[in-house]
């Protein structure tokens, strides 16, 4: 069973700083591909990072790159995403989610087979 639980989420004014956590409490974690997705208001759910297990292989969207990096700590089950130089377009619910397919690091949120509950991020300008 894998259970997601992210925290870290909150309101920060644009040009600032937040760090994501996602734990997995299950005992599967480690075979697990991970991802960070989002979803604004009236949007659809989009891709935002990726990171492969163990953690070599490491995807970012477009419009986070160079601000945002995804990590893994295998020895604690979590996963992170520090995001830097926030703005107000990143304001969304980020789910952390994971895939149990070997070889493979979803892109799409249809990839992934297990998710969290979300934690809203909140850029004000």
């Known amino acids: 069973q894998v259970t997601l639980v992210e925290s870290g989420g909150g309101l920060v004014q644009a040009g600032g700083s937040l760090r994501l956590s996602c734990a997995d409490s299950?005992?599967?974690?480690?075979?697990?591909?991970m991802g960070w997705l989002r979803q604004a208001p009236g949007k659809e759910r989009e891709f935002v990072a990726a990171?492969?297990?163990?953690?070599?292989?490491?995807y970012y969207a477009i419009s986070v790159k160079d601000r945002f990096t995804i990590s893994r700590d295998n020895a604690k089950n979590t996963v992170y995403l520090e995001m830097n130089s926030l703005k107000p377009e990143d304001t969304a619910v980020y789910y952390c989610?994971?895939?149990?397919?070997?070889?493979?690091?979803?892109?799409?949120?249809?990839?992934?087979?297990?998710w969290g509950q979300g934690t809203q991020v909140t850029v004000s300008s």
């Open positions: 990171i492969s297990w163990p953690g070599g292989s490491i």
């Open positions: 299950g005992r599967t974690f480690r075979s697990y591909a």
């Open positions: 989610a994971a895939s149990a397919r070997v070889g493979v690091v979803p892109r799409l949120p249809a990839g992934y087979e297990y």
